[in-house]
């Protein structure tokens, strides 16, 4: 990327560099940069670590690539990855891009029911995962197998000699690395990432390679990672802003970032701050929220000084205390930004130099270069200032939009375009002052946002309803000090079952071990009725009081 781009808010540039073939996103990612600089550290719970070389990259995942092109892989192929952070993952997905291939990420803490989903619904024909995750491919509480291995392959890091698995490592021996990739057009799909809906099955975002420029301005202009930062972001690549921002964003600067694969505490943030002198940091406000109440008891582990210059935060709105105990304890305020799976961060308080404003508590801040945002009434007409409605993008003066539709869903995209082409309504609530700063007002639909993570609460009201004591059953999300929101359910018995503490933790585990450990009703309230329309729709806006 040239200095223009650097030294001004060059958008046209980013259009030019994505607007043409390229000899695979694996190029952009891996291929043009410096062999020898880290890509990334990686450590893990035991306290194993690694630093990986672009050069290493580069080798094995070419070895990879060969070996997915031996199972039939190729352009527009679907491959699914249930992997943690780690090695594999970005080796992997760098193999799948080499080929042309579409990327279908699964989050690790799903369950078979979730994954069932994903991988049917795309089509996908190889699995790759590993020895932790692999028996959520074996069955559900029905008693059938989730995946068709006659159908579907299965590559596993460590893998049972029980299974016919392809084991992953051993998969590399006596291969060679592949000798040319595929070529790609702006318009070829390289991810099919699924997001939560608040009705029907979770939706499959479309992400074309065009995407690319959009994520890297947000790289450049709204975290501002810089040559030699160490970039953390603590996201996990299984959902949006942990794909986008924190393992395809760093690849695409070619800078160094950090995998860190252990359970968060802010011990651990601590120590990774340290050893690895991160600059530039990037997480959800559960996680700053955390920090912010453990920060006294923890503060004695911090034995040298920190080299943050950067902190910044996504997911759902930032509290002002948090960003006034970030001040006072870490030297630097986070700043608050906003976007979804559909399109990445589109409204920012930007750390680039020249867009940096006087921070404004509570604002999200404003749209990033490449992107118009502006608010729509129920009319899809737009307002001015100060008057709350939904926040849409104006395509027509966004270069930088790039979402494409839904996977197979014509009816849920439409839903993003009711008012034409031109606006891409977002589901959220806003409004803007004289200056263009958005306020967050809420979600206009009853998508659940808890430390981070978006939750829709069809899947999580399917997985309760499998349960044999259930009659009903109506999920929102609560308010909660430290993940912003959580789940609740209100669930309705059948006929011979009481209500008790037991019963409600025999339902919570049901719907860990089936849909997601990160999805579960951490709240469970029995009732008798669920509020209803005239037509029968739950009314989960009551339950929300």
Partial sequence: MSNHLINQVDVSELIRQYDKPISSVSELLCDRHDGNRIAFHYENANGD?????????????????????????????????????????????????????????????????????????????????????????????????????????????????EDSDLDYWISFK???????????????????????????????????????????????????????????????????????????????????????????????????????????????????????????SAAGSVTKPLSLRVLSSAGEPLNRDVINWAEKNLGLPIYDHYGQTEQGMVINNHHYPSLQHTYKPGSMGQAMPGFKATIVNEQGEEVGPNIEGQIAIDTEHSPLFWFRGYYQNEEKTKERFLYGSRYYLTGDDSSYDEHDFFYFSGRNDDIISSAGYRIGPFEVESAIMEHEAVSETAVVGVPDERRGEVVKAYIVLKGKYIPSDDLAKEIQQHVKGNLSAHEYPRLIEFVDTLPKTPSGKIQRFLLRG
């Avoid at 290493?56 to 060969?66: G, R």
């Avoid at 352009?75 to 780690?86: D, Q, T, W």
């Avoid at 930062?229 to 393992?247: E, I, K, Q, R, S």
């Avoid at 002198?277 to 920090?291: D, I, L, Q």
């Fill in 174 to 296: 006596n291969v060679k690395p592949l000798e040319r990739n595929e070529v790609v057009k702006k318009d070829d799909l390289f991810i099919i990432l699924y997001t939560s809906g608040t009705t029907g099955h979770p939706k499959g975002v479309q992400v074309p390679v065009f995407a690319l420029a959009a994520f890297e301005g947000y790289m450049r202009f709204g975290l501002d990672v810089r040559k030699g930062d160490v970039f953390w972001n603590m996201a996990d690549p299984g959902w949006a802003y942990g794909l986008y921002y924190a393992l395809i964003g760093p690849l695409l600067l070619g800078e160094t970032f950090i995998v860190y694969n252990a359970p968060f505490s802010v011990e651990n943030t601590i120590h990774v701050f340290q050893e690895y002198k991160v600059t530039n940091f990037a997480a959800a406000p559960t996680a700053y929220r955390s920090m912010r109440a453990e920060w006294e």
């Fill in 49 to 161: 670590k690694r630093s990986y070389s672009y050069g290493e990259l580069k080798n094995d995942s070419l070895i990879f690539a060969n070996v997915l092109k031996s199972l039939g892989v190729k352009k527009g192929s679907r491959v699914a990855v249930l992997l943690p952070k780690g090695p594999e993952l970005i080796i992997s997905v760098l193999a799948i891009w080499r080929l042309g291939g579409v990327h279908v990420p699964l989050f690790t803490a799903f369950g078979p029911q979730a994954i069932y989903y994903r991988v049917e619904n795309s089509g996908a024909d190889v699995i790759i995962t590993d020895a932790t995750n692999r028996p959520k491919l074996n069955g559900t509480t029905a008693g059938t197998d989730v995946i068709d291995q006659t159908k579907v392959k299965v590559i596993t890091v460590d893998a049972n000699q």
